[in-house]
Structure formats: structure tokens, C-alpha cells
């Protein structure tokens, strides 16, 4: 949150961005111009994966990157995979301890 300057909304409706006609690219664009020169943004970071197509050629309009969230999520996860990690079975991720059934399932019960 420290590294975030801000968060901002150009108030357009994804229905929007599908629209012919439409001013929508228009309107996120103008408002990546006022996060950059109002925020000082170095990065943009796009809040709708309807956007995602417009994530190239802002970058090239306003010479800043601007990230699709979808593609950077898919992205992690992806590498994340591929180093091989596994979530901690320790802390807020351990498994929940084993209670015993009570009724007609407790002949079922996992814990002694």
C-alpha cells in the first residue's frame, strides 16, 4: 500500500468497452494521463480483465507499463507451479484438527 499512489476510477462500465462507438478507451486513457501526472504513477494497473486488450497500446500511449491483472495473476500462479511451491501446511493453512462424530456418523469418527 506504501508503493500505491492511488486508486482510481474512469467510471466505465465493462458493457462499455464492447459498445461501438463507445468513448470508453477514451475515458481510461485520460484518466491513466491524470494518474500519472496528478499521482505520479510509474505503473498502471488495469481493474478489469475487459480491458485486458488495452493493456499494449496504453502502455505505448503513456510510456509507462500498464498491467492486466488476469495475465499477471495467471502469470504467478503459473511460476509458482513451476518452482514447485505448495501452500504451508503450518500457521492459518494446517488442517483443522479432528473432532469426533457424534450420532449415526460417530462409528465414522476420525479422531480416537
Do not use: Q, W
Not at 464492447?18 to 477514451?26: Q, T
Amino acid at each position: 500500500a506504501s508503493r500505491c499512489a492511488k486508486v482510481r476510477s474512469s467510471d466505465v462500465a465493462v458493457l462499455e468497452l464492447e459498445r461501438p462507438g463507445s468513448n470508453a478507451r477514451h475515458r481510461i486513457s485520460e484518466e491513466i494521463a491524470r494518474a500519472i501526472s496528478e499521482d505520479k504513477a510509474e505503473a498502471i494497473v488495469l481493474g478489469c480483465a475487459g480491458m485486458a486488450d488495452l493493456a499494449h497500446s496504453l502502455s505505448e500511449e503513456h510510456g509507462v507499463p500498464v498491467l492486466d491483472g488476469v495475465v499477471c495473476a495467471v502469470t504467478l500462479a503459473e511460476s509458482l507451479f513451476k518452482v514447485g511451491l505448495k501452500t504451508s501446511k503450518i500457521g492459518g493453512y494446517a488442517a483443522p484438527r479432528g473432532k469426533r462424530f457424534a450420532g449415526m456418523f460417530a462409528p465414522l469418527s476420525p479422531a480416537g
